[in-house]
């Protein structure tokens, strides 16, 4: 009798939390649309082109980074320098590989697409791949986080920083990606920036032990 009641408490505690659970997910859905929606807004030429010029312009700015630091190390002869380059180049297509990865994954519908009717589409032609996560932001983040770690000063890192989130505004604001997505590939470029920054100093670290043995 007493293991019965247990299993019934145990079944109802089950359905508690998988309803609490779907609530919460419906909730988290709902305010990321209703952030969107608030940052999307109606046309506006002005403000359109704007938006629209800092998301076209972004991959020649996070292709600038690497090359900028290679071609500084090797003006300055510097290999500190050009190991960051490097380490850049390869933030980026870490970055870009994962966001590949996730969007087949997630496959999510993008928000003009599935709600045209509350979100207006401000960029032509509209991207067709999946929406999670955001491409042009994990690229900006990854770049801009490289960068800051290369050059670790406050007047490089407030800047390249300010470029990332303007690059995620413009996508919200052009309609193509949610504020989820936006978050996931802020946290997707810098985790890639910071994880071959990692590997580079662990490389670098054996190098050096292997040539100066103990």
């Known amino acids: 009798m007493l293991r019965f009641e247990l299993s019934e408490v145990k079944k109802k505690i089950q359905l508690t939390l998988c309803t609490l659970l779907f609530a ?30 800092v998301t076209k312009k972004a991959i020649f700015i ?20 050009k190991i960051s380059g490097l380490q850049a180049g390869a933030s980026l297509l870490v970055a870009g590989g994962s966001t590949f990865v996730l969007k087949k994954i997630f496959n999510r519908t993008r928000p003009f697409v599935a709600h045209p009717d509350v979100i207006t589409l401000k960029e032509f032609p509209g991207p067709t791949d999946a929406s999670f996560p955001s491409g042009h932001t994990a690229f900006a983040f990854a770049a801009a986080t490289s960068l800051s770690l ?5 007047y490089v890192i407030a800047p390249s920083f300010a470029y990332a989130s ?10 193509v990606h949610y504020p989820s997505d ?6 997707v470029g810098a985790g890639s920036a910071y994880i071959t920054w990692k590997a580079q100093k662990w490389l670098m670290g054996k190098k050096k032990h292997k040539t100066y043995p103990e």
Do not use: E, M
């Open 24 to 53: 919460t997910g419906l909730y988290a859905q709902g305010l990321d649309l209703n952030i969107l929606k608030g940052i999307n807004g109606p046309v506006n030429p002005g403000a359109d082109k704007t938006w629209r010029f």
């Open 62 to 81: 996070d292709a600038a980074v690497p090359a900028s630091l290679l071609i500084a190390g090797f003006i300055n002869h510097d290999d500190d320098l």
């Open 150 to 154: 290369a050059v670790p000063k406050w």
């Open 166 to 175: 303007a690059v995620g505004y413009s996508r919200l604001y052009l309609g």
């Open 182 to 187: 936006v978050l996931a590939g802020a946290v």
